[in-house]
């Protein structure tokens, strides 16, 4: 199983609490990774956090309550925009987790090959949503954005030892995938542009640094920025990462494929799933199909995904966090994830 990392609010008050609610629901089902992320809108906080930073003032207000109620950053007249102005200042957070973590593993046996996952997101997407609406803005301060994350995995890997995976999260990628379809070649051309962004990001974090990638079609509220109609976008785009990760001298993360999205389940059509008979066969696919309002079909979804893509998935999972669930919707989605596991087994 893989818990993509946010949990609903009453069930992630401390990483503690966090961690062990993910490990009472996973039965003897095996982890991929235990995750720790104490925000259940994953970087809402963070955004909030920028108008108390002088390099910051909001040129439009938001609270973040949907897409159509989202704050809007700009830089402060006369100041030049650093990395530590960025910065997601967690450094005593994570190291937070990290000891619970060290701490919950010494007392689980069963948790003595799994390593804490850490939520890491994509710099592109931090600089959308900073300076939202304004893609040339993002785009001009992409760089610093990205410096403060090479800055945060590379000080605090030094510290990890090989108990830390990062992942990598970028609901971007398909959000720009489909808003590239109404351009002729606009497909291809934004999964190339992509795909060397996160190449060149990840060709920059330290070479012992293990990453999951985590596609997403947005989550707030429950709501998806994309409503996918197959899983085309998605191979277009790994398939052009590929390549590019193997020049930059990285090995083919794990990624993360989701077939439900926001509050629906995830198809149960081969349509759907078919493009994933192109998908480069070096791709481990974490399948995101498990959803709380459909426990019975997560096994259906996955029998399409593997038997599309001709290999078995790396592991299951839902398609984004748990936060925007309660505590009994995400413990339905788990059960979803079990059910498609357990018939996977059979």
């Not at 000080?155 to 379809?181: C, H, I, R, Y």
């Not at 640094?209 to 790994?238: M, Q």
């Amino acid at each position: 199983m893989h818990f993509v990392g946010s949990l609903p609010p009453d069930v992630c008050g401390t990483p503690r609490e966090a961690m062990e609610w993910i490990t009472r629901q996973v039965g003897d089902h095996r982890l991929t990774t235990l995750p720790c992320d104490l925000d259940p809108n994953w970087i809402v906080a963070y955004l909030r956090t920028l108008a108390e930073r002088p390099a910051f003032e909001v040129d439009r207000p938001g609270e973040y309550t949907g897409y159509k109620d989202m704050r809007r950053y700009g830089v402060r007249r006369g100041h030049k925009l650093q990395p530590a102005d960025v910065a997601m200042a967690r450094e005593d957070a994570l190291r937070e987790m990290l000891e619970e973590f060290r701490a919950l593993r010494a007392e689980r046996p069963e948790l003595a090959d799994v390593r804490l996952q850490l939520s890491l997101p994509n710099p592109l997407d931090l600089a959308i949503f900073v300076f939202e609406g304004r893609p040339w803005l993002s785009l001009r301060y992409l760089s610093v954005f990205t410096q403060a994350v090479v800055d945060e995995v590379t000080a605090f890997n030094a510290v990890t030892g090989q108990d830390v995976v990062w992942q990598l999260e970028t609901p971007s990628v398909l959000v720009g995938m489909d808003m590239a379809k109404r351009l002729p070649g606009g497909r291809s051309f934004a999964a190339r542009l992509l795909a060397r962004q996160v190449a060149g990001l990840l060709g920059r974090l330290p070479a012992d640094a293990d990453v999951i990638l985590h596609l997403c079609y947005g989550n707030l509220a429950n709501t998806e920025l994309v409503a996918p109609r197959d899983l085309g976008p998605a191979v277009k785009y790994l398939n052009f990462l590929a390549p590019a990760l193997r020049r930059a001298g990285r090995p083919l993360p794990p990624v993360h494929i989701p077939a439900a999205y926001g509050a629906h389940p995830s198809p149960r059509t081969e349509e759907f799933y078919r493009p994933l008979r192109r998908l480069d066969p070096e791709w481990r696919i974490i399948a995101g199909i498990a959803a709380a309002t459909d426990p019975e079909g997560s096994a259906e979804s996955l029998r399409l995904i593997e038997a599309a893509a001709g290999r078995e998935a790396y592991a299951v999972a839902t398609a984004c966090g748990l936060g925007r669930h309660t505590v009994e919707q995400a413990a339905r989605a788990v059960e979803a994830m079990a059910v498609a596991v357990g018939a996977g087994r059979r």
